[in-house]
């Protein structure tokens, strides 16, 4: 399906969420000079010199300056700024900021901020507000602004449907090139950009595309549907969007068409909506893992500590099980203290293999690589994987340990082998722990690091401690 790139935001829009500390390095116009520029004139009240500097950024560079700072002094630099503000800032700020800021503006100036974006970035805006809010703004919204919105507002979070653009340009596939061309000049409800138009039936169905320069070359009786590009898959409503996102990457799609349960179009979703999804899915990956969230940087120190206490405490509970391993081995410890010496050394070794193996699978689950027909081949392969490690490890480590206790000729032979069956144990519960997660629905990547922690910890210190007290007792 060839496409044609639908810019309908500048090139900053395309880098949307980039978590730059920008104190550090600048972006495009925006310098740590001129932030601290800013910083010091809202100390000094100066608010002719704000306007000035803030006058000559565009949206990205300006949600990057309000990211830059403080709660407070954003609050005081959008206030300082007004409706002077223009309404494509706020959806390039970082979902946490976007909160903050809109909640220290009236309802009229939501309305007004809302009216002026196109329905995607609207309901991107308004999703993040409480139901009631959410209906009071939509209230008040231009007419077509308000179907369309009310729409996309009906289906499911992260889906086609809540993602897609209802500003696009559509004609019936029996028009002739004179006729599309007299309807562009009239000009009538046209989006302010665009580049493909996209064709149809009598029943409103998808059936091509046209991209705009193809369009204008075309003689004037030629009918759409003979010049069209027919190549096309249309994505469901109702489809998730990491599935969409997937489907850009492997198809090479730049745009694509999204129908409803008829068939019939409803939206467009753009290679630039799908750049920001892509970078929100992975960064939610990457933090869910550790237990943190992505808007922290910007968050309250109790925000944060609201949000990761339940983590650590389900780690805790882990930790507890491992303990209780422990717990049933302490008279062999207590009588062999270099026991206490070296457990650790199998455990943390455990969670590391376990957590490499667990950040290639999450990976591989969201980018689609890892499927039915390649699972037992990956299973396999990160057995061996673990097995391989394990034997080179075990071997290292109790040569280290039988020059470091050279009086106790079993230890060396205990850790070896309960080194090699942690490390390989632990390369299979990196790959089968997120697999049964993502089977039972569950997102591997919530979940996996606190089961992988009771395994390789558990399972390692009963390795370790079980064979000491089988060998030396």
Sequence with gaps: MKKKIKKRRSLPHLKKHQKKEQHMQPVLGLGPKMVNSVIIALEEGD????????????????????????????????????????????????????????????????????????????????????????????????????????????????????????DFVSMPDDWTVKEAKEYLLKGQNLPEDFYDIFLTDSQYRPTGEIALDKLVRAKPNQRLRDIMDGEITPVDVYTDQEEVAHMFREYGWMSAMVVDNNGRLVGVITIDDVVHVIHEEASEDIMYLSGADEGDVYKSVGEIFK??????????????????????????????????????IVASMGGTTGNQTLAVVVRALATKELTSRNTLRMIFKEFCVGLMNGVIFAGLVALVTHLWFPEQMKLSLIIGIAMLTNLTLASLAGILIPLTLNKLKVDPAVSSGVFLIAITDSGGFFVFLGLAKLLLF
């Design 47 to 166: 608010d002719i010199h704000i306007r000035k500097i803030v006058e000559g950024l565009d949206e990205y560079d300006l949600a990057k300056l309000i990211e830059a700072l403080t709660l407070p002094q954003r609050r005081q630099l959008v206030e300082i700024l007004g409706d002077k503000i223009n309404p494509e800032v706020f959806p390039e700020l970082n979902d946490v900021v976007q909160e903050q800021v809109m909640d220290s503006l009236d309802e009229d100036q939501i309305v007004h901020i809302v009216n002026e974006l196109d329905s995607d970035e609207a309901v991107e805006l308004l999703e993040h507000l409480d139901d009631d809010e959410q209906r009071t703004i939509i209230s008040q919204l231009d007419p077509e602004l308000k179907s369309q919105v009310t729409s996309s507002l009906s289906y499911p979070e992260d889906s086609a449907g809540r993602i897609m653009a209802r």
């Design 307 to 344: 949000s990761r206490w339940i983590w650590l405490f389900t780690n805790l509970f882990a930790t507890f099980i491992a303990a209780s391993v422990v717990q049933g081995f302490q008279t062999i410890i207590a009588q062999v203290s270099t026991l206490a010496v070296l457990m650790p």
